[in-house]
């Protein structure tokens, strides 16, 4: 073996062993964002996605009008956001106005609330390309298969989280508020 075979050996080695590390400790460094399908994802009109009239650009007294004083508030001081929580379902805010909703298998009440295209947990992800379409993404977040959907013109984006084929979370948030501040 030459001295230079030796040390190309080595390096591919120690990457090799870096990649493992942070994949048994949960941090997939091919793990894709939202973002990196933005350009390649065809864009859907998701305008008409609200819970119970609360929309994305919403108010904040308008979430507490409709569904009251929250169970939780959690506040996230470095981006000057909160997450108001109520039973199934969790709204953030950021200057007075909702950037993200976010739909989740936590509570019985959960499925209560749908999207617009009356897609709620439990509900299979053939249900959900039915009713949104073909033009989606896929990708892993945090151990659940995920379909996304962007509306490009309104700045919004909707994901459901699968676990074995059927619908535990949906997440509708404005695109580019984490890239933004």
């Known amino acids: 073996m030459h001295k230079n075979e030796g040390i190309i050996l080595r390096i591919n080695l120690k990457i090799s062993t870096v990649i ?3 994949i048994l400790i949960g941090c997939d460094p091919l793990a894709k964002e939202t973002m990196d399908f933005y350009e390649s994802t ?10 119970h009239s ?3 650009n919403s108010s904040e007294g308008d979430v507490i009008n409709t569904f009251g004083k929250p169970n939780e508030v959690e506040k996230i001081e470095d981006t000057k956001s909160k997450y108001l929580s109520y039973d199934g379902v969790e709204f953030g805010v950021e200057d007075e106005e909702v950037i993200r909703f976010f739909i989740r298998r936590t509570h019985e009440s959960s499925t209560i609330y749908q999207t617009a295209k009356e897609i709620k947990i439990g509900d299979t992800k ?11 993404y896929e990708r892993v977040e945090s151990g659940l298969d995920t379909v996304g959907y962007f509306d490009k013109g309104n700045r919004i984006n909707i994901e ?3 676990n074995e084929n059927e619908v ?3 997440i509708i948030e404005q695109i580019g508020w984490k890239e933004d501040h």
Not at 42 to 51: A, G, K, M, P, R
Not at 126 to 136: H, P, R
């Open 126 to 136: 053939e249900k959900v390309m039915k009713e949104y379409g073909e033009n989606y």
């Open 20 to 22: 493992m590390f942070l």
């Open 42 to 51: 065809e864009s859907i009109d998701l305008s008409d996605e609200n819970i």
């Open 160 to 162: 459901f989280g699968f």
């Open 168 to 170: 535990i979370a949906v």
């Open 54 to 56: 609360i929309s994305i």
